[in-house]
């Protein structure tokens, strides 16, 4: 990012990085973006999104947090856009997958480790949370839809045979 944020804040600077590394800790750093049409409305987005639900997440641990300010992307549209940059340290590799697939950054860096080593049961914990979560994301997505919009999606999934 070439521009200054606006916002710089660190978190948890007492945590022993190297000892969470040790204990099977993912370092990374994240980019989480938001557009909108109301200026306001898309700060408080990130804002909640970052000082509200990812801080407080269990096993998800926040040191840095650079929000850089939120601009109109197109002068015909009100749209506005911004990103905010989070690095932060994950207990382990499920809680990492975990959080990315809840907040859905549009840009992921791993810092460390260069490699992980999963357990045949790691293994089974994320391939639940990634079947959860995408279960319960696709019934909330159908549930939107009109019947025939619905039908239509079933049939279409129904007639692809390589999985």
Known sequence: MDEKPVLEKTFNEELDI???M???GILARLYIEVQGNDLEVAKEALNTTVFERLSNEPYISLLEVKMYDLRKEDDKEEVYSGVVEIKLIAHDFRWFINMVMRYG???????EPEE???SSDQMHSIAADVSS???MLSTQLLSLLKDDERKAIYEKILEKKDF
């Open 105 to 111: 950054p549009t840009a992921i860096e791993i810092i």
């Open 133 to 135: 979560t995408s279960q």
């Open 22 to 24: 040790k204990e099977g």
């Open 18 to 20: 190297e000892e969470l």
């Open 116 to 118: 992980v080593n999963l």
